[in-house]
């Protein structure tokens, strides 16, 4: 336990918690977790070392002693810089399947806890508010349509000069969700006590705004 205020923001793939995360934490002067880039970079260093995706102990064990940093806005895996490397799809994939083995879980849990500093941190992934960081003051889900989210991600995708094809990104999402939310561990489902924001029709700010009333009407509680 620990009297640094943690806000976490839950939710599946493209339900704009990342860019709703690192605006509340701007807005605040707080620190700011992405947990998904973790496992994204444990999945990018069992590909890098030839470790299958299934072979727990061993992505474990890489998991455990990630050489990973982020300074200066870049995501550094050792001394390479790895911030577009690891948001390639197939990529996300690999975390997803990494992410469903519980050693490797386990592997990241005192890592992510080490974000928490003060004057606070603002952590966003699918198990912030209800394993993570399960005191924390205000624990928001967001989420979004399968057709929403994928609308979102295929904008990226083309806005990034890259090619895709938006009824396999809905197909994507919805089995990127699917095995998320059917995980025995630490499986994606809201906090009981998270306050519920469906982004399908909100734009960042209004999501922003929200997630920044929530905590300040959790203050002092
Ligand atoms: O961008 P997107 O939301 O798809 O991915 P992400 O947040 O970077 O997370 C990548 C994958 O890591 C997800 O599909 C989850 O399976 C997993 N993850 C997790 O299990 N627990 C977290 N706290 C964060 C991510």
Redesign the pocket.
């Known amino acids: 336990m620990s009297d640094i205020p943690v806000i976490t923001i ?6 704009g ?2 860019t709703v995360a690192e605006r509340v934490a701007r807005a605040l002067g707080f620190h700011f977790l ?7 970079l444990t999945a990018l260093s069992a590909m890098k070392h030839g470790v299958a995706l299934d072979d727990e102990a061993r992505v474990a064990a890489l998991a455990a002693s990630l050489p990973a940093s982020f300074r200066d806005g870049a995501v550094w895996l050792a001394d390479e810089d790895v911030t577009d490397a ?2 390639a799809e197939a990529v ?1 994939e690999g ?2 399947q ?3 083995l519980p050693a490797v ?1 386990a592997a990241l849990l005192d890592r ?1 806890r080490a974000y928490r500093e003060a004057p606070g941190l603002v952590a ?5 508010g209800t394993v ?1 960081f399960a005191d924390a003051v205000a624990k928001v889900f967001l989420t979004a349509s399968a057709e929403a989210r994928a609308e979102r991600r295929y904008k990226q995708l083309i806005g990034k000069g890259n090619s895709a094809s938006l009824s396999a990104l809905v197909a994507d999402m919805q089995a ?1 969700d699917a ?2 939310t059917a ?1 025995a561990v ?1 499986p ?1 489902k809201p906090a009981a006590d998270a306050l519920l924001l469906d982004t399908t029709l909100m734009d960042i700010e209004s999501a922003v705004e929200a997630v920044l009333a929530h905590y300040r009407s959790q203050q002092g509680n």
Request: aromatic share 2%; hydrophobic share 30%; glycine share 14%.
């Open positions: 839950d939710g599946p793939s493209a339900s918690k990342g992405d947990s998904g880039a973790l496992y994204r690891i948001r996300g975390a997803s990494v992410a469903a879980r992510q966003d992934g699918r198990d912030m993570v990127r095995r998320d995980r630490a994606l």
